[in-house]
């Protein structure tokens, strides 16, 4: 396969991966919205910190063996993949029974150290369903190694709507409270189940199963430091949820969670390229290939990523309280401060680290590095919330740490494949990026506002939007930006 072919198939695969995470996260903005109109500040909080638990321990819980798949798949053939995907898919019902036992028996502890009483109950009902979920998890590594990404598409988007409709549809109907909305989680969990173990087998079909020589002992080997890197990632990203929680109560954590969230597109773009690339990059590592093919696609899927996300992250900074308060309802407008702090992260995480780092064998460095990302916020946080007492400080803390994080890897990398900092990380074609977004938007956002200064935010944002993305695309060759070279290549794979 030809260079230009390989990248314009990696593409194609990123997208629906993207597709998939759009779908994601679609949804749960959708379902983010209606609760937050239903249930009241500290019901909402409640039910977001019972979500929080669930996600932070799901990373101890899954053992990184949903990893697994796109490090060792590629490896192997499709007789073989098929016993290792049966092998690590009873390895994660297991671990999801673990989890279920663990939440029931220790929810009063939680419910304790989170400040919020009411938090026991919830956790109860909400028990049954890691034993349900994790065995679902892994379809991302599975279909990016056999180049099917178009069923992670299907599954993410599909599993959603089951589980929007699930949750959403009581609280809607019978105007339920959020033990309603868990109910409906558990029968989304067992129809996803069901999903998930038809989807797993597509790649295996008439495909007779030939013993591997993928031990236990080598799976662990690789899954156990993505473990400590598990326990450090949950440390590092839960400080924000646990201060805030503890010494703010669940009506200041539900004005939080509504807007510490990632854009739309920017998950789907960065979570695509790490699913896509992960697998490339170990065949690559595995194979031995010559590293400047590994840096020439790495740079390339980073421009891409930074082309398509700045000018997103430039234009929700812009009106990030008009956005906040058309999703969540004016009661929420407070939440547009935290959604504003989150997205300069989104200028520096289109580095998506991992797939490089796993791919080189750097497990044990990616441990050490959560592991210090988690000592740092947990200190600093701390420490600003006992001089500024304030929720803001502490979500702008977690922003440096965050950007901090980024350039130590890069550092790192840069030294493992013998380059130059700026080969890995392009500062001058990123400016450029942002500098063409930033003065496309201006010069809309001042004539619309000349034109319409009174329109209802929803039309103002929709017109400032095709505006903005007009501009981009008649100006792009004045700042050499290619988009051409994305777009190009899905239109003629769709043809």
């Known amino acids: ?112 150290v989170l400040n919020n009483p009411e938090l026991s109950t919830g956790l109860k009902y909400f028990s049954p369903i890691p034993m349900l979920l994790l065995p679902t998890l892994g379809i991302e590594g599975i279909f990016s190694t056999y180049k099917k990404t178009i069923y992670i598409a299907i599954y993410n988007t599909l599993s959603r709507i089951v589980m929007l409709l699930c949750i959403a549809l009581p609280v809607i109907l019978f105007k339920g409270t959020y033990i309603n909305a868990i109910y409906g989680w558990i029968v989304s969990s067992f129809i996803i189940l069901v999903m998930a173990y038809f989807i797993k087998g597509i790649p295996f079909k008439n495909v007779k199963s030939e013993k591997s020589d993928l031990s236990v002992k080598e799976i662990l080997g690789y899954s156990m430091p993505l473990v400590g890197a598990s326990i450090a990632g949950i440390l590092y990203r839960s400080a924000n949820q646990f201060y805030i929680s503890r010494f703010f109560g669940p009506k200041v954590f539900a ?51 930074a082309i398509l996300i700045y000018p997103m992250v430039i234009f929700f900074l812009f009106y990030a309280t008009e956005i906040v308060t058309i999703v969540y309802s004016e009661a929420y407008a407070v939440s547009a401060k935290y959604f504003t702090a989150v997205m300069v992260i989104n200028f ?11 791919a080189m064998g750097e497990a044990k460095f990616y441990a050490q590095l959560h592991y210090g990302l988690a000592i740092a916020t947990w200190v600093s946080q701390y420490v600003v919330y006992l001089l500024f007492n304030s929720p803001l400080a502490i979500v702008i803390t977690f922003v440096a740490v965050a950007i901090c994080g980024t350039f130590v890897s890069l550092t790192y990398c840069s030294k493992k494949l013998d380059v130059r900092f700026l080969d890995l990380f392009p500062l001058g074609r990123f400016l450029m990026v942002a500098l063409h977004s930033l003065l496309s938007l201006s010069l809309v956002h001042f004539l619309l506002g000349k034109v319409m200064p009174d329109a209802h935010d929803i039309l103002f944002l929709a017109l400032t939007g095709i505006c903005y993305l007009v501009i981009l695309l008649l100006t792009a060759k004045i700042f050499k930006i290619n988009y051409k070279e994305i777009v190009l290549p899905l239109l003629k794979r769709s043809k």
Not at 274 to 302: C, G, Y
Not at 348 to 358: Q, R, T
């Open 255 to 305: 004005e939080f969670s509504n807007g510490f969230i990632e854009i739309p597109f920017v998950h789907m773009i960065t979570g695509a390229a790490s699913t896509v690339l992960m697998p490339v990059f170990a065949k690559m590592h595995h194979e031995k290939s010559d590293k400047s093919q590994i840096i020439n696609l790495w740079r390339s899927t980073l421009h891409k990523s």
């Open 1 to 112: 396969m030809s260079e230009n072919k390989r990248k314009s198939n990696n593409t194609i695969q990123a997208l629906w991966v993207g597709i998939g995470s759009l779908s994601s996260f679609g949804v749960a903005i959708i379902s983010s919205a209606i609760l937050s109109r239903y249930f009241d500040k500290v019901e909402y909080g409640t039910y977001k910190q019972i979500i929080y638990v669930y996600t932070s321990l799901l990373l101890v819980f899954n053992a990184g063996l949903p990893r697994v798949f796109a490090y060792f798949l590629p490896r192997y053939s499709l007789a073989q993949g098929k016993v290792i995907v049966t092998k690590i898919s009873s390895f994660l019902f297991l671990n999801g029974l673990i989890f279920s036992i663990f939440l029931y028996f220790f929810s009063g502890v939680i419910a304790s």
């Open 348 to 358: 520096f995480n289109i580095i998506v680290m991992a797939p490089l780092l796993l």
